[in-house]
C-alpha cells in the first residue's frame, strides 16, 4: 500500500505547484476554477491540466477510481486497453470508474488520440494531459512515479491511492485489486475523518 496523501491533500500539492509555476491566482490553470461539464462528463478524449484532473478526482469521490496512464505508442498500453473496457463493464454499476489518461503529445489530439481511442476503447472516459512536464501531472498521484507506461493507480472511495502498479496488469489483477477496493465500506458520509 503506498502512504500518499487524499485527492484533497493533492488539491495543495497541486495548488503549490501551480504557484510555484507562476501561475496567477484566477487564471484558467487555478485549482479553484470550477470543471467544465465537458470534463465532468466527457463524450471523447479531452485535454485536462494537473489542477483540473486533481478536481475531477474529488468529484469522484465515492467511487472506486482506476487511472490508467498509456499512450497510443505503448504496445503493453494498448494491450491493457479491452481488460480496463471489461473492468467498467462488469464493475461501473458497483461504483467503479476507469479513467485513462494519455501521455501522447497534445498536438496529436485530433489526429491520432481521439480516433485511436475511440476505436480502440469506446466505453471507457479518457482524457489527455496537457502539462508541459508530465511529473507536474502523476505528482499529486504519486510523487515518486518513474515514468513508466503504462501505470494504474488504484482510488478508494475516500480519494486516496491505495495501491499503484507500473507496467501492463493481467485482467486478473486488475480485477482483484478493484473487488478489493468496491468491497471496502464507503467512507462516513459526515466526514469525519
Known amino acids: 500500500m503506498i502512504s500518499t496523501p487524499s485527492i484533497r491533500g493533492a488539491l495543495l500539492v497541486t495548488a503549490t505547484l501551480l504557484v510555484a509555476a507562476g501561475a496567477a491566482p484566477g487564471s484558467t490553470a487555478s485549482a479553484a476554477d470550477p470543471l467544465p461539464a465537458h470534463l465532468l462528463d466527457p463524450k471523447q478524449v479531452e ?7 486533481v478536481q475531477l478526482l474529488e468529484h469522484r469521490r465515492g467511487q472506486v477510481v482506476l487511472v490508467n496512464l498509456w499512450a497510443t505508442w505503448c504496445i503493453p498500453c494498448v494491450q491493457e486497453l479491452p481488460d480496463l473496457s471489461l473492468l467498467q463493464e462488469r464493475y461501473g454499476d458497483r461504483g467503479l470508474q476507469v479513467i485513462g489518461v ?13 480516433p485511436f481511442f475511440a476505436e480502440k476503447a469506446p466505453t471507457l472516459i479518457s482524457y ?15 510523487p515518486d512515479w518513474v515514468g513508466a507506461m503504462p501505470t494504474s493507480f488504484f482510488i478508494d472511495r475516500a480519494g486516496k491511492v491505495a495501491k499503484s502498479h507500473a507496467g501492463r496488469m493481467l485482467y486478473r489483477d486488475l480485477e482483484r485489486e478493484v473487488l478489493r477496493l468496491l468491497e471496502q465500506p464507503a467512507p462516513d458520509a459526515g466526514g469525519g475523518r
Do not use: K
Not at 485535454?47 to 484532473?53: D, E, K, W, Y
Not at 489527455?128 to 504519486?142: C, G, N, S
Open 128 to 142: 489527455l494531459q496537457t502539462e508541459a512536464d508530465q511529473y507536474t501531472f502523476v505528482t499529486p498521484l504519486d
Open 47 to 53: 485535454p485536462i491540466s494537473a489542477s483540473q484532473f
Open 102 to 114: 494519455s501521455f501522447d503529445d497534445p498536438s496529436r489530439l485530433d489526429t491520432r488520440v481521439r
